[in-house]
């Protein structure tokens, strides 16, 4: 969508047509900000949006469940993805988010509806409904990735741009029907337009293991696709195509207001448009089990590894070095982190909360000896405590997990001792916060995030060998309810 705008040399009246289309609104500043490079570059990260909102007739006849409630007013971020253009603009990362990741929404008001909300824990996909700048303030809250700008799309969105694009050409390894997003193919290639577009990119039945984390995969093959599209001479070479797309994209997109204009718009996909695919990569945020329910994932410990890469502009690339490509700060200390060993306590009423800290410093390198364990009462705000002669080791973990220097206090003791506190529900690195980490490999930044490149067009989606869809009050699997569906058209030829 991006790219079409960047290719379009419209008229001036063209140009007011686009820009008329356009609905933008304020960030109120809830994204952080960037730091500029070394040359004084700045990257930029994008948090793109997709959600499952009835807002319109249009919406209700694609997405279903407004028989009842009509068109709605609100939706869910049924979509999440940070997209991480480099200060040099030379390499580009798009992390998705599970929506089904439990997390601290913060406090928020919508200026569109006037709904507000004090803040709780719940599903980050839920924080849309209190509006966009909302979604991403919860996005940088969980990640401490900066987020200048958002684009979100309904689902009349997705429609609207794979048909201005001629569709999608995608492949599955095995026959698939997802009784639930309705989508219908048989093994091998297909170009999905419109309805048959949107069903591909809202199966979460049909793909891996028929959760969240497998829609993820199949929707970054899908836009993999969309891009290697885009950039083929056939699509960009054709001046109607190119007004087509973005006439398309201008009309399904709401943006902020730092985006809000086509100008703006160009100027951002000529950034996209000059990475090469090859260096685009996919990824998704490692997740593990919510252990209050199994059907919820919150962040792993590798997690942190893969913001901090994002967040200090680390290629993810393959050909990009195996240390960290971003400029890090002085060492804290020559005290290695391997000898430092923390007591972590639990001072939230979340479980497991000081086990995942814990584990999350090991994962870092620091000492196997990090112990966790239960604070005595309920703790406000997160602090970490050091004993004499160990100010210096507390830095050194204060930083990171991102944790402002106000929380590290001088104890009484001999021990180091982080307890958590209210003001940190979730996530691995200290809410706001962007740590300074030492150098890692990219291997370590992408491992368990399903990264793949968006120039690899042999990547098949991968049927669901599970029985994760029901037909006829049947459980079976998505290629055993293609065969007993056999009077159901396919999706696309």
Same mark, same amino acid.
């Given at each position: 969508?991006?790219?079409?705008?960047?290719?379009?040399?419209?008229?001036?009246?063209?140009?007011?047509?686009?820009?008329?289309?356009?609905?933008?609104?304020?960030?109120?500043?809830k994204?952080?900000?960037?730091?500029?490079?070394?040359?004084?570059?700045?990257?930029?990260?994008?948090?793109v949006?997709?959600?499952?909102g009835?807002?319109?007739?249009?919406?209700?006849?694609?997405?279903?469940?407004?028989s009842?409630?009509?068109?709605?007013?609100?939706?869910?971020a049924?979509?999440?993805?940070?997209?991480?253009?480099?200060a040099?603009?030379?390499?580009?990362?798009?992390?998705?988010?599970?929506?089904?990741?439990?997390?601290?929404?913060?406090?928020?008001?919508?200026?569109?509806?006037?709904?507000?909300?004090?803040?709780?824990q719940?599903?980050?996909?839920?924080?849309l409904e209190?509006?966009?700048?909302?979604?991403?303030?919860?996005?940088?809250?969980?990640?401490?990735?900066p987020?200048d700008?958002?684009?979100?799309?309904?689902f009349?969105?997705?429609?609207?741009?794979?048909?201005?694009?001629?569709?999608?050409?995608?492949c599955?390894?095995?026959?698939?029907?997802?009784?639930?997003?309705?989508?219908?193919?048989?093994?091998?290639?297909?170009?999905?337009k419109?309805?048959?577009?949107l069903e591909?990119?809202?199966?979460?039945?049909?793909?891996?293991d028929?959760?969240?984390?497998?829609?993820?995969?199949?929707?970054?093959?899908?836009?993999?696709?969309?891009?290697?599209?885009?950039?083929? *001479?056939? +699509?960009?070479?054709?001046? &109607?195509? %190119?007004y087509?797309? =973005?006439d398309?994209?201008t009309? @399904? #997109?709401?943006?902020?207001d730092?985006?809000?204009?086509?100008?703006?718009?160009i100027?951002?996909?000529?950034?996209v448009?000059?990475?090469?695919?090859?260096?685009?990569?996919?990824?998704?945020?490692?997740t593990?089990?919510?252990?209050?329910?199994?059907?919820?994932?919150?962040?792993?410990?590798g997690?942190?590894?893969?913001?901090?890469?994002?967040?200090?502009?680390?290629?993810l690339?393959?050909?990009?070095?195996?240390?960290?490509?971003?400029?890090?700060?002085?060492?804290?200390?020559?005290?290695?982190?391997?000898?430092? *060993?923390? +007591?972590?306590?639990?001072? &939230?009423? %979340?479980?497991?909360? =000081?086990?995942?800290?814990?584990? @999350? #410093?090991?994962?870092?390198?620091?000492?196997s000896?990090?112990?966790?364990?239960?604070?005595p009462?309920?703790?406000?705000?997160t602090t970490?405590?050091?004993?004499?002669?160990r100010?210096?080791?507390?830095e050194?973990?204060?930083?990171?997990?991102?944790?402002?220097?106000?929380?590290?206090?001088?104890?009484?003791?001999?021990?180091?001792?982080l307890?958590?506190?209210?003001?940190?529900?979730?996530?691995?690195?200290?809410?706001?916060?962007?740590?300074?980490?030492?150098?890692?490999s990219?291997?370590?930044?992408?491992?368990?995030?399903?990264?793949?490149?968006?120039?690899?067009?042999?990547?098949?989606?991968?049927?669901?060998?599970?029985?994760?869809?029901?037909?006829?009050?049947?459980?079976?699997?998505?290629?055993?309810?293609?065969?007993?569906?056999?009077?159901?058209?396919?999706?696309?030829?």
């Open positions: 969508m991006l790219l079409a705008l960047g290719t379009a040399g419209v008229g001036w009246w063209l140009y007011q047509r686009l820009n008329n289309n356009i609905h933008s609104i304020s960030l109120d500043g994204g952080g900000t960037e730091e500029v490079d070394a040359s004084g570059r700045t990257p930029m990260n994008i948090l949006i997709g959600s499952d009835r807002t319109s007739p249009e919406d209700c006849r694609l997405g279903g469940g407004c009842q409630t009509g068109v709605q007013s609100s939706g869910n049924d979509v999440q993805m940070v997209v991480h253009i480099s040099d603009r030379s390499n580009a990362t798009v992390m998705s988010i599970p929506r089904d990741t439990m997390t601290r929404i913060p406090a928020c008001k919508d200026n569109e509806t006037g709904r507000t909300t004090s803040g709780y719940g599903q980050i996909n839920s924080a209190y509006g966009a700048a909302c979604q991403v303030a919860t996005v940088h809250k969980l990640t401490g990735i987020i700008h958002f684009l979100k799309l309904d009349s969105g997705v429609v609207k741009m794979s048909d201005a694009i001629g569709g999608v050409p995608v599955v390894n095995d026959n698939v029907y997802d009784t639930y997003s309705h989508l219908k193919l048989s093994k091998g290639g297909h170009t999905l419109g309805v048959a577009a591909f990119v809202r199966s979460r039945h049909g793909f891996g028929g959760s969240d984390l497998g829609r993820t995969n199949t929707q970054h093959i899908f836009l993999s696709a969309m891009i290697r599209k885009l950039k083929s *001479a056939d +699509t960009l070479a054709d001046p &109607t195509a %190119v087509d797309l =973005a398309a994209a009309k @399904a #997109l709401t943006v902020d730092g985006l809000g204009s086509v100008k703006k718009l100027e951002l996909a000529s950034d448009n000059a990475v090469p695919a090859k260096q685009m990569t996919f990824t998704t945020m490692q593990v089990p919510d252990p209050a329910d199994k059907n919820r994932v919150i962040v792993g410990p997690a942190r590894r893969l913001f901090s890469a994002i967040a200090n502009d680390q290629s690339t393959s050909g990009s070095s195996k240390r960290s490509l971003a400029p890090t700060k002085p060492a804290t200390s020559a005290v290695s982190t391997s000898q430092i *060993a923390v +007591t972590v306590k639990n001072g &939230t009423t %979340v479980t497991r909360r =000081a086990a995942d800290i814990a584990h @999350a #410093l090991i994962d870092q390198g620091f000492s000896g990090t112990t966790a364990t239960n604070a009462h309920p703790e406000a705000t970490l405590i050091y004993g004499a002669g100010k210096v080791e507390a050194t973990v204060a930083k990171a997990l991102g944790l402002p220097t106000a929380h590290v206090k001088r104890g009484t003791g001999t021990d180091l001792t307890v958590i506190g209210k003001d940190w529900l979730s996530g691995t690195n200290y809410p706001g916060s962007s740590p300074s980490l030492s150098a890692i990219r291997e370590e930044a992408i491992s368990g995030s399903q990264a793949q490149s968006a120039e690899e067009d042999k990547t098949c989606a991968k049927v669901s060998t599970f029985k994760t869809v029901s037909l006829n009050g049947v459980s079976m699997t998505p290629s055993q309810a293609y065969v007993a569906a056999r009077s159901q058209p396919d999706s696309a030829s």
